[in-house]
């Protein structure tokens, strides 16, 4: 969010969007009595800010990805795939048919 802003002139308000926890997909649902509450003035200034967050994808850095990342690999069940019909040893070790 802080790129979108310091490209459009608003990084004055980086701090205030992170205060209030605003991300990408928040602008797009944000009305211009939002937007202006929150320091985004102009109508252009509005239509800039909603035209980059409307063509610039969440960003992996987020809050929400990160989490979304981090359980994805320490998750020992989102790693694990059994394919049908696939194989796999026992702890004495005879195969075992799925």
């Known amino acids: 969010m802080d790129t979108i802003l310091k490209e459009i002139g608003l990084e004055h308000l ?3 969007f992170r205060e209030e926890k605003i991300e990408i997909q928040t602008i797009k649902g944000m009305s211009d009595e939002q937007l202006i509450d929150i320091g985004v003035k102009t ?3 509005r239509l800039r800010l909603r035209e980059k967050c409307s063509h610039n994808p969440q960003p992996s850095c987020s809050a929400g990805a990160a989490l979304s990342e981090r359980l994805n690999l320490f998750n020992p069940r989102s790693r694990r795939q059994v394919l049908p019909n696939s194989s796999r040893r026992s702890a ?3 195969t075992i048919k799925r």
């Open 14 to 16: 980086s701090l205030r």
């Open 92 to 94: 004495k070790g005879k």
């Open 43 to 45: 109508l252009g200034d």
